[in-house]
């Protein structure tokens, strides 16, 4: 079945880095893009980052912008986010989400992995 | 950015009873909102897109309807199942895409 299953969160101190993966199975991977979407404790769903199908476009949330990078590998079905620079504003779980347009992304999001959870604190 | 506001931000109902969840955009986003489900522990599930399409495997309870700005998500009779967060998001501009702050769905 479609599963996204992320990986890599942790504790970390302010200012250190993180990278987190999502391995997706059941869908054909190189065909969508792919966002993360994180969430405060006790807070509301932001919108963290965007790649397309093919590595070609990245956007990001102005509050990560420089300080996270989103990748994708499609030969090993993996969604990567590279944060560095981390706050304690970061703190959140990081959810990967597939993008339900094929090729031309629509900007929802269809497939959710189950989360990990990235605390910045001293 | 355009930002979404949803109410209320809690709605007590019975089980069987109906529920009305509203959601309106600072500006138009066409029919491009989509509604999510979220329960305590669980990631977010695609209920609606499109504004009132079904995404696979919602029941037909769940309807939503609206365009341009003003939205509603409409659970005719509710189940104990659906008694969580519901967040709508706007995927007309982009980026950024931005969800509303949540209704809670609590039992009456």
């Known amino acids: 079945q479609v599963q996204l299953v992320e990986s890599g969160g942790g504790v970390v101190q302010p200012g250190g880095s993180l990278r987190l993966s999502c391995a997706a199975s059941?869908?054909?991977?190189?065909?969508?893009?792919m966002h993360w979407v994180r969430q405060a404790p006790g807070k509301g769903l932001e919108w963290v980052a965007f790649i397309r199908y093919d590595g070609s476009n990245k956007y990001y949330a102005d509050s990560v912008k420089g300080r996270f990078t989103i990748s994708r590998d499609n030969s090993k079905n993996t969604l990567y986010l590279q944060m560095n620079s981390l706050r304690a504003e970061d703190t959140a779980v990081y959810y990967c989400?597939?993008?339900?347009?094929?090729?031309?992304?629509?900007?929802?999001?269809?497939?959710w992995g189950q989360g990990t959870m990235v605390t910045v604190s001293s | 950015e355009i930002v979404m506001t949803q109410s209320p931000a809690t709605l007590s109902v019975s089980p069987g009873e109906r529920a009305t969840l509203s959601c309106r955009a600072s500006q138009s986003v066409s029919s491009n909102l989509a509604w999510y489900q979220q329960k305590p522990g669980q990631a977010p599930r695609l209920l609606i897109y499109?504004?009132?399409t079904r995404a696979t495997g919602i029941p037909a309870r769940f309807s939503g309807s609206g365009s341009g700005t003003e939205f509603t998500l409409t659970i005719s009779s509710l189940q104990s199942e659906d008694f969580a967060v519901y967040y709508c998001?706007?995927?007309?501009?982009?980026?950024?895409?931005?969800f509303g702050g949540g209704t809670k769905v609590e039992i009456k």
């Open positions: 989400a597939k993008d339900p347009g094929v090729v031309a992304a629509i900007g929802a999001f269809d497939i």
């Open positions: 499109g504004a009132s």
């Open positions: 059941g869908f054909t991977f190189s065909s969508y893009g």
């Open positions: 998001q706007q995927y007309n501009n982009w980026p950024p895409m931005t």
